[in-house]
């Protein structure tokens, strides 16, 4: 049997497919190593929650190859040159072909393998993130962060998986959002009135906010931006 080590928790693929390096500091994984990218025995040691494909490349051992195994000690298949394989969730060990030689491992590339709970998951997260929208759109950092978890989890969704849900709710959040927003902005530069020696702190706050406008839209047309412009051109003369 094999050493499980201090292995807590799994390889992060919520993001998609994943590069590790020997001596990589992540959760999930491993690394027992002899010298720079080497190791003997049981040299790497990773989990994953989900099923992924596994690439590996740079791989070197003078006995014909390391061996990746699964937490039994079952053999899955000996490394050489660049390999694939097919696994299931579970605890893997990549291990030198004998004890006392020497293998390598340069890299490791986890991509998560599609399956219909994970489709079913990413749409059941949608609309959560969904449900989670205000009802009452104001012009927030609260509402922002809630606007952008749904249209992150729209993003991730396969063009299938879009045909499957409701995206109207993110759209009449994001116009409601903007159209607060463009409101907002222009209130600040009104507020600037005439320039003089006090208006500084006035028109640095309507630029912070025109700036953050455009930065989440950078097609919302404030009416009064010109006055904002003019009034900065007017205060460099105090």
Do not use: W
């Not at 002899?34 to 490349?57: H, M, N, P, V, Y």
């Amino acid at each position: 049997s094999m050493n499980e080590y201090d292995v807590t928790g799994a390889i992060d693929l919520s993001s998609g497919a994943k590069t590790l390096t020997m001596g990589t500091d992540e959760t999930g994984i491993h690394f027992t190593a002899s010298g720079k990218d080497k190791f003997k025995g049981q040299g790497i040691t990773f989990r994953i929650s989900e099923a992924a494909e596994l690439e590996i490349t740079g791989v070197s051992d003078s006995y014909g190859g390391a061996y990746l195994m699964k937490q039994d000690g079952t053999l899955i298949g000996q490394l050489t040159s660049t390999h694939k394989f097919e696994l299931e969730a579970g605890l893997y060990f990549i291990c030198s072909s004998n004890k006392d030689k020497e293998s390598t491992v340069s890299a490791m590339k986890l991509t998560p393998i599609d399956t219909e709970a994970a489709s079913k998951a990413r749409i059941a997260a949608y609309n959560t993130a969904v449900s989670n929208l205000p009802t009452t759109v104001t012009y927030t950092e609260e509402c922002y962060k809630l606007i952008l978890a749904a249209q992150t989890a729209y993003d991730v969704l396969t063009d299938t998986e879009k045909t499957q849900v409701n995206l109207s709710s993110v759209t009449n959040a994001k116009n409601a959002y903007k159209t607060a927003g463009k409101a907002y902005v222009e209130k600040l530069i009104n507020e600037i009135g005439t320039v003089d020696e006090n208006s500084g702190s006035a028109i640095t706050k309507a630029r912070t906010a025109y700036d953050e406008l455009m930065a989440f839209d950078n097609t919302i047309a404030v009416a009064n931006y010109s006055v904002l412009t003019a009034a900065e051109t007017a205060f460099q003369n105090y």
